[in-house]
């Protein structure tokens, strides 16, 4: 939406701009010096003395109803030339007493460098007065040398002696030049556009070749630019400068500043401008010169920052002095973390984050310089899950049963688990370790329960006398009967033992085995073993017997693409049978009671003896 020219003023008012409303603020306004439209205006806002009318602002003024653009401007043009009136006529004791020839000869002397002046300050605000001339000065460290001449001159020359001059707004400059070409919606349509429709289609529109339109456009452009180096269009010139400053070599298209020269000249003039100043759209969200790669500019950061996980923002502006192309370093900042490369963690600091879930949990321990848990490495680094950093520690080591991390260079001892650490303690101790000494070490540095210990000492790879714990020459194992286990059945290939597929198991779950059934089937502990299923060449099922594990089941894994092939889903009755050679899946009801009946099949007949006497009985 095209934006009010008055309508991002510096909220002077109108007493502040026109000095001479003090002398009058009582005073009825002049009907005879205002048309109807502002007069109509003025009786809507009960405005009726100069004091009332200086108290309002351009801004204040456009929000009474049916006070437009327009209208605005024509009142400041009115005080301006009314203003100029009275003074010229104010009489010999005023700051205007100098002598009329004396008087136009200062005028004409100073008028160049003041018209200079002002439209330069028009590049920067709407704001047209003389402190708005004196601010965009202060305010800017680089302006043309032209300029900057220009207001020495005009600083040199008594202020009660400056001409009111009206300057037209940026936009309308704009707005000019573009007119001047043959065709404005054509070099609109190619040039202010984030894409151009091809030169066919827009010659199609126009009943001309292609070709045509593409020549034209270059004649047009050319002219624009023609025009655009001379001193009528100086203004819309400088303002190309100074987007060019504001911008540097590539800005985010959502950035404040771009917004800001958007909300004020409009998106129409604002794309004009943007293709003035030669800027183009990067489909990333970017606009930038056509001088700079984003991608070079990347590369060159990465070369100086180096191996550094952690900047200042201060240092990056350093590094972008150094760049060929100036990027102002708010841009570098949006640039290096819509890299992914990079986070922005506050207080002007940024760490690297790139490489993998390991890599990010490393550098956020860095920055704590204390042990985490994985949940709140995951909440830190705001995705993953603790799975994922459980699973694979990279350069990560896990400190206690809490499973806390920590980094190697901390100095903690790493643990590996109940298990393993007994079995470090024995091999450190030449065979035997002390149950106190285990107990006392455990309890203190990985916050293990006493009740845990002593139930891991008991597993069957250990072997316990008294105080000493040893290595089991083999695991120990006191089988029973599976036929006193629930849900076994015996099948002509061996024991089996009845499960439900679940949903756990279509993700990739094993199912627990009862250790008593494995081992009558001619599995031992600490098998770790691939078989076929159901004979089958192109499925494989793992076999488990793990004998750190304090429930001591049997894991047979590996299943569930053979699930899948035989389209069988969570909810369905099956009859695990593994032996040494392949794991048999009897598959629902029908084909476990299959099972047994050809184990009753199998069986000797009773001996006609034995049968009588049951019958006896």
Request: net charge negative; aromatic share 8%.
């Amino acid at each position: 939406m095209e934006t009010k020219p008055y309508s991002s003023a510096s909220g002077l008012t109108l007493g502040e701009k026109f000095g001479w409303l003090a002398a009058v603020a009582d005073q009825l306004l002049d009907p005879t010096i205002f048309d109807q439209r502002s007069l109509s205006g003025f009786s809507r806002a009960n405005i009726r003395t100069w004091g009332d009318l200086a108290s309002h602002t351009n801004t204040s003024l456009l929000e009474i109803p049916h006070m437009g653009e327009i209208t605005v401007a024509y009142i400041n043009r009115t005080l301006a030339t009314h203003g100029a009136s009275m003074t010229r006529n104010s009489g010999p004791n005023t700051e205007c007493s100098l002598p009329d020839s004396e008087r136009k000869s200062l005028a004409a002397e100073f008028e160049p460098d003041l018209r200079i002046a002002i439209e330069w300050t028009s590049v920067l605000t709407d704001d047209t007065t003389l402190e708005g001339l004196i601010r965009a000065c202060l305010d800017q460290d680089k302006i043309p040398e032209q300029v900057e001449d220009a207001v020495k001159n005009v600083l040199r020359v008594p202020s009660s002696h400056l001409l009111e001059y009206e300057v037209a707004p940026l936009t309308e400059c704009i707005a000019d030049l573009v007119s001047k070409v043959s065709d404005p919606n054509l070099l609109a349509s190619c040039g202010f556009g984030r894409s151009r429709a091809p030169w066919r289609v827009l010659g199609g529109e126009r009943g001309i070749t292609g070709e045509a339109v593409r020549r034209k456009f270059a004649r047009d452009s050319l002219l624009i630019r023609g025009l655009l180096a001379s001193d009528r269009f100086r203004t819309v010139r400088w303002a190309t400068k100074r987007l060019q400053a504001d911008f540097g070599a590539f800005v985010p298209n959502d950035s404040p500043i771009v917004e800001h020269w958007r909300t004020r000249l409009g998106e129409h003039n604002f794309e004009a401008l943007r293709w003035l100043a030669n800027y183009v759209y990067d489909g990333d969200g970017w606009l930038r010169s056509p001088i700079a790669k984003i991608s070079d500019i990347v590369q060159k950061f990465d070369q100086a920052i180096g191996n550094s996980w952690l900047i200042r923002a201060e240092d990056l502006e350093n590094l972008v002095v150094e760049l060929e192309h100036p990027v102002h370093p708010e841009t570098s900042l949006r640039l290096l973390r819509d890299t992914g490369s990079w986070c922005d963690i506050g207080d002007g600091w940024l760490i690297r984050w790139d490489g993998t879930i390991q890599d990010k949990a490393a550098r956020v321990l860095e920055l704590v310089g204390r042990p985490m848990t994985p949940a709140e490495l995951i909440a830190a680094i705001g995705y993953g899950s603790e799975g994922s950093l459980k699973n694979k520690l990279g350069s990560l080591i896990r400190i206690d049963k809490q499973f806390r991390l920590a980094l190697p260079e901390w100095g903690y001892e790493e643990y590996e688990g109940i298990v393993t650490e007994i079995k470090q303690r024995i091999q450190r101790g030449g065979g035997v370790a002390s149950c106190a000494a285990i107990i006392d070490e455990f309890t203190q540095n990985f916050g293990i329960r006493v009740s845990s210990i002593s139930t891991y000492l008991k597993l069957p790879i250990f072997e316990v006398d008294g105080d000493s714990v040893r290595l089991a020459s083999s695991p120990k194992f006191a089988p029973k009967p599976p036929s006193t286990i629930t849900g076994a059945i015996q099948t002509v290939i061996g024991w089996g033992e009845r499960h439900t597929v679940s949903a756990l198991t279509m993700q990739g779950y094993s199912f627990k085995l009862d250790p008593h059934i494995a081992w009558d089937n001619g599995i031992r502990p600490g098998d770790s073993l691939r078989v076929p299923i159901n004979g089958s060449a192109s499925h494989e099922a793992s076999i488990i017997w793990r004998t750190t594990s304090l429930s001591g089941d049997v894991e047979i894994g590996r299943v569930r693409s053979w699930l899948e092939d035989q389209a069988i889903g969570p909810g369905e009755d099956l009859l695990l049978c593994p032996t040494p050679d392949g794991v048999t899946i009897y598959v629902g009801e029908t084909q476990i009671a299959s099972a047994r009946d050809a184990l009753e099949a199998k069986a000797p007949p009773i001996h006609p003896d034995i049968a009588a006497l049951m019958e006896d009985l």
